[in-house]
C-alpha cells in the first residue's frame, strides 16, 4: 500500500466540511485525514458520522499536538489563519491554510518570517491557479509574445449575496470577525490571479463602499484603480450586490488583446484573443494616417481543459511532502493579493492614492479603530452553503 499523508483539517464549518466530501469521493487518494478540530461541537459530530476512524479536538492546539497528523489544512474565520499556522509550524507539521493568508499584511509577515525557519511546508488554497483559463493566460502574458501589458480590467460582479447569506454567522462581515466584505471573502482568489497573471501594482486608488447594498457595516461595493511599475494602468471592480453579474477579464498587450469571461448564457469560460498585426505603440508613432487602425483578428485561445480546484492543490500539497513534488502556490506569495486588499481599504479610508509598498502600522491602526468604534449589531440565522462548484 502506498505512503499516504496524514492529514488533520481544523475548522469544520462549509468548506473544512466541502473538503471532507471531496475527500469521502475519493478525489485525494494520496491523503489519510486523521483528525478533526471545531470549537462547535454539532459541527464535530456531523464530522464524526462521516470519519468514524478520525479523532476528533474542541480546540486546534490539541489537534497539533496530537501527534495524529503529519500536516494540517486550516479553515477557520480569516483572523485565525495565521496563528493557527505559526504554532503548526512550530510544532513541526506542514501547513495548508484556505484563504486569506491572514486579515492585514503584519500578521501574515509574522508567519512568513516563522515559516522561512522552519523545515516543514507552508502553503496556502489558491485553487484557482489551477484553472486551464488563468494558467493560458498566465502563460501567454509571461511569454512576451505579445508585447507588455498596457491596461488590464476585471469585473468580477457575479458574487450575489442575499442578507441571509451575511446573517448566516456571527462573524460574517464585521471587522472584528472576519475583518472586510467582498475583497477580502469573496474576491482572494481574483486578487491573487490579477496579480499572478499581470504583477504586483506601485500605487492603488479605491473606492470601498460600506453596507452599501446589504445591512452590514463592511465593504459589499468595491472599484480599485492601479497603476504599474511601466506605466500601465488597471481597474478591478467588485459586488455582492448586482444580479446578474459579470465576470469578464480583458488584458491589453502591445500586440494583442486577451478576453476571458464568464458567458452568462452557457455558464462557460471563453478564452479568446485580438491578435494584431504589428505593435500599438509603433504603429501610434509611425501611421502616416489619423484615423488608421492596426489590422488583425480574432482568434479562440485553446487550453489543456484541466481545472482541478481544491482537490487538485490539496493532492499537489501531498505528492509535495511524500516526494518534494511542486506545490501549486509557494506560501510567500498568498500576501500579495493581501497586500492589493489592505491598500484598496487603506486608501478608501484615507481617501487618497496609497503607494506600494504602503505603511502597514497605519493600516493596522485604523483596522482596529474600525473594531473599535463599531456599532454594528449582527443578526444571526442559521448556516448556508458556501458553493464549491464555482470556477472562481
Known amino acids: 500500500m502506498n505512503k499516504k499523508m496524514r492529514l488533520g483539517i481544523i475548522g469544520v464549518g462549509n468548506m473544512g466540511t466541502a473538503h471532507i466530501e471531496n475527500y469521502l469521493s475519493g478525489k485525494m487518494p494520496e491523503i489519510l485525514i486523521t483528525c478533526v478540530a471545531d470549537t462547535d461541537e454539532k459541527r464535530l459530530d456531523s464530522a464524526r458520522k462521516k470519519l468514524p476512524d478520525a479523532a476528533f479536538f474542541s480546540d486546534s492546539s490539541s489537534l497539533i499536538k496530537s501527534g495524529l497528523c503529519e500536516a494540517v489544512l486550516i479553515a477557520t474565520p480569516h483572523y485565525s489563519h495565521p496563528p493557527i499556522a505559526i504554532e503548526a509550524l512550530e510544532s513541526g507539521l506542514h501547513v495548508m491554510s484556505e484563504k486569506p493568508a491572514g486579515v492585514y499584511t503584519k500578521q501574515v509577515r509574522e508567519l512568513l518570517a516563522v515559516a522561512a525557519k522552519s523545515d516543514k511546508t507552508y502553503t496556502l488554497m489558491l485553487n484557482q491557479r489551477t484553472n486551464c483559463v488563468y494558467r493560458k493566460l498566465k502563460e501567454l502574458v509571461a511569454s512576451g509574445k505579445y508585447g507588455e501589458i498596457r491596461r488590464v480590467s476585471w469585473i468580477i460582479t457575479d458574487w450575489f449575496r442575499s442578507q441571509q447569506y451575511y446573517n448566516s454567522g456571527g462573524w460574517r462581515a464585521t471587522w472584528s470577525g472576519e475583518g472586510g466584505g467582498v475583497i477580502l471573502n469573496q474576491c482572494p482568489h481574483q486578487l491573487d490571479l490579477w496579480q499572478w497573471i499581470c504583477g504586483m501594482p506601485s500605487k492603488i486608488r479605491a473606492f470601498c463602499h460600506e453596507g452599501k447594498w446589504h445591512d452590514i457595516e463592511v465593504e459589499d461595493d468595491v472599484t480599485i484603480y492601479a497603476e504599474y511599475p511601466n506605466g500601465a494602468t488597471g481597474t478591478f471592480i467588485t459586488t455582492t450586490g448586482d444580479c446578474p453579474g459579470t465576470n469578464r477579464l480583458e488584458i491589453t498587450l502591445d500586440k494583442a488583446k486577451l478576453i476571458c469571461e464568464n458567458n452568462p448564457r452557457t455558464d462557460k469560460f471563453e478564452l479568446y484573443a485580438y491578435e494584431l498585426d504589428g505593435s ?95 456599532r454594528f449589531k449582527k443578526v444571526v440565522n442559521e448556516q448556508v452553503e458556501e458553493n464549491m462548484n464555482s470556477t472562481y
Open 280 to 374: 500599438t505603440q509603433e504603429f501610434i508613432r509611425t501611421s502616416d494616417k489619423g484615423f488608421d487602425k492596426l489590422p488583425g483578428k480574432w482568434t479562440d485561445i485553446e487550453t489543456d481543459g484541466k481545472n482541478e480546484q481544491h482537490p487538485g492543490v490539496l493532492n499537489a500539497f501531498a505528492g509535495h511532502v511524500l516526494r518534494g513534488e511542486p506545490l501549486v502556490a509557494q506560501g510567500e506569495e498568498g500576501i500579495n493579493g493581501l497586500i492589493i486588499s489592505n491598500a484598496a481599504f487603506l486608501s478608501s479610508w484615507l481617501g487618497k492614492p496609497v503607494e506600494i509598498p504602503f505603511d502597514e502600522d497605519i493600516y493596522l491602526d485604523m483596522l482596529n479603530e474600525k473594531i473599535k468604534n463599531s
